[in-house]
């Protein structure tokens, strides 16, 4: 139930394409779904979040779809770029635990 | 610019020859964690602070330890490294429990165990 699957494993797409990432969560007290962008060597850093009660959230060209019914949730890359290219995690949280729940993360490689 | 840093970037033991990583913070966050990613892993909760409160994950092996002597500071220590703890070790912040879906990392510290 504190688990969050992520597919796919990793992902290849063309320059300007649009790669999407999908979650899926049991545990439906968690609260806050945060993505997570780690560069090779690097820590992860926080890169868009979301809540339960909105079902999109965009930051640039980063969008969260949020299916609060299906317990899913995906985010999308809009005109993506090679400097995109990275591991992505998504995760989830609760107000009564103070930890995250990591995916199992995506490879991203964008192509020119 | 307030941030997560970690030291030394990369760290070489021997098995069995204890090691202590370091981590400070000047974002004056009150939670700290520390967290072990092994490749193409997601980061795994080793342990964290809310203050001074320790708070351990259940599967931590005792081999594990941490101090945080104030706000800025964190150690792990790894009493007898083996060549399975061989990773990454991240160290993050919070402003505080409630907030622990932000967590601000600092850019690792890479352990060979030889």
């Known amino acids: 139930q504190q688990q969050v699957k992520q597919s796919p494993q990793s992902l290849i797409v063309q320059k300007g394409g649009i790669p999407i990432i999908n979650c899926a969560y049991e545990n439906t007290a968690f609260d806050y779904f945060p993505w997570y962008q780690q560069f090779p060597g690097k820590g992860p850093a926080l890169l868009i979040a979301?809540?339960?009660?909105?079902s999109e959230k965009k930051e640039g060209r980063f969008t969260i779809s949020f299916n609060k019914s299906a317990k899913q949730f995906s985010l999308h890359i809009m005109d993506s770029q090679p400097g995109d290219s990275a591991t992505y995690f998504c995760a989830a949280s609760t107000r009564s635990t103070d930890k995250l729940i990591f995916g199992t993360g995506t490879r991203l490689q964008v192509f020119p | 610019d307030a941030m997560v840093i970690q030291n030394p970037r990369y760290q070489v033991t021997q098995f069995g020859k204890p090691v202590t990583l370091s981590c400070s913070q000047t974002l004056n966050h009150n939670v700290m964690y520390w967290y072990q990613q092994k490749s193409s892993q997601a980061p795994k909760l080793l342990f964290h602070y809310y203050d001074k409160d320790f708070n351990n994950e259940a599967d931590t092996p005792d081999n594990f330890q941490s101090r945080r002597p104030n706000t800025s500071f964190c150690f792990l220590d790894i009493r007898s490294p083996g060549l399975g703890d061989a990773a990454m070790y991240l160290c993050?912040?919070?402003?505080?429990?409630?907030?622990?879906?932000?967590?601000?990392f600092g850019p690792g510290t890479r352990l060979t165990v030889t």
């Open positions: 979301i809540r339960p009660d909105v």
């Open positions: 993050a912040t919070s402003r505080d429990p409630t907030e622990q879906y932000e967590q601000y």
